[in-house]
């Protein structure tokens, strides 16, 4: 099998390989992969690279038995140093796998896809295909992602403002909700939109410690009936209205300010001046404008395949400086721009701690494929902000007309 796969690889595997028979290749020393089945070998075989490996990981025909991240991290490490994404193997190598993958039983019709992947159908960011695809990753269930993130249901990067042991992620979450609104300078009565709420961390926070009137839209029913649920719970219901509206049929104008959380990776690169103009129409002249929002470097403006195929299905990142550009394009001024990645690297971190703590619970939510997909997510998350592939960034923008954006700013 190992000199099958040479060609693949450009040179000696960067893996120790242990097959279904119990056979072993490859260097003593680098993370083990265990190959449960020769089905592992027929989904590579079909679909080589992220895509194939992720499928056969999160059914259980491959198997990490390690430190996922410590294998995955030597992996891209390899990867990187030995070219291999513009290898090319020859048509006799390619002959010679698949007389290697013929012999131990692997060759055969191309596998089913997991049923955890992402089945979308529809026009690309039509509204009823986006609500299909904020289904297939938000409403898992609430007692399933209440189990992962903090009280305070904060599904974005938090803000660490403390290395003190007892300061935890909760604590993060609600210093990121002040600085939103801080930023966006809200003040008691005053009108706060916030595009994409999530399960309401926001709009509840500005409610209750700003003292804001906030109307919050989401696409997504669990989240809605969550958020609904503690209004109810606070006595909030004079002061928040969650809203089932898909951004684009947002109808109102004139709120003091307006937040989106990491909502507009979601809408598409054809869609984003659309989404800013929603913005821009929808804040009073002089109003302020909040988008926090993931960015990325590389080909994969999505995320690549695993997350495309898994997690966010049309989801569009772009480098920070071109979301600027598509935000003063769109008629907002833009006045600051807040870098927060290594946040992001805490945040992740800090939600594994917990998905790992829970796992007994969450099997009684989800199927183990399930957790097999969030453990890739989650893991690959945290390792894409940490080496820089990914980050996550505050821009703040006001519509212009006469504002009151301090001058000088020490948020």
Request: include cysteine; charged fraction near 25%; charge should be neutral.
């Amino acid at each position: 099998m190992e000199q099958a796969l040479r060609p693949w690889v450009a040179g000696e595997l960067p893996v120790r390989l242990r097959a279904w028979d119990g056979s072993e290749a490859g260097p003593a020393d680098a993370p083990l992969v265990v190959l449960n089945t020769p089905r592992a070998l027929t989904r590579l075989l079909w679909s080589p690279g992220e895509l194939g490996a992720a499928q056969a990981y999160v059914l259980g025909e491959i198997d990490v038995p390690g430190d996922l991240d410590a294998a995955l991290t030597h992996v891209w490490s390899e990867v990187a140093a030995r070219g291999l994404g513009g290898v090319r193997p020859t048509p006799a190598s390619v002959a010679r796998a698949a007389g290697t993958a013929s012999r131990l039983g692997a060759l055969g019709r191309r596998p089913a896809p997991p049923a955890s992947q992402a089945r979308v159908r529809g026009r690309l960011h039509s509204p009823a295909r986006d609500r299909s695809v904020i289904s297939h990753h938000y409403d898992l269930s609430n007692d399933f992602y209440a189990a992962i993130l903090d009280e305070t249901m904060a599904y974005s990067s938090a803000y660490w403002t403390s290395s003190d042991p007892a300061y935890g992620l909760a604590d993060a979450q609600r210093d990121k909700l002040s600085l939103v609104c801080r930023k966006l300078g809200l003040a008691p009565g005053m009108r706060l939109l916030d595009v994409g709420c999530g399960w309401g961390s926001l709009s509840l926070h500005a409610a209750e410690d700003f003292g804001a009137r906030v109307v919050g839209v989401t696409i997504s029913r669990e989240q809605k009936a969550f958020i609904d649920d503690r209004i109810a719970a606070r006595g909030l219901a004079d002061r928040v209205e969650i809203r089932l509206q898909d951004y684009r049929e947002i109808p109102d104008t004139s709120f003091d300010a307006v937040a989106s959380i990491e909502m507009g990776e979601h809408v598409g690169q054809e869609n984003y001046p659309t989404y800013v103009e929603v913005l821009r129409r929808a804040v009073r002249p002089g109003g302020r404008v909040l988008v926090q929002q993931m960015s990325r470097q590389g080909k994969h403006p999505g995320g690549g395949p695993f997350i495309e195929a898994f997690i966010a299905p049309d989801m569009h990142m772009r480098p920070v400086g071109e979301t600027v550009a598509l935000v003063e394009a769109g008629g907002l001024e833009v006045r600051d721009v807040h870098a927060m990645r290594e946040h992001y690297v805490r945040t992740v971190e800090s939600w594994i701690a917990r998905f790992e703590r829970h796992q007994a619970y969450l099997r009684t939510l989800v199927p183990d494929e399930v957790l097999r997909v969030w453990r890739l997510y989650l893991v690959g998350g945290a390792m894409a902000f940490r080496d820089g592939r990914m980050g996550v960034d505050q821009i703040l923008a006001v519509r212009p007309g006469p504002h009151d954006l301090p001058a000088v700013r020490s948020w």
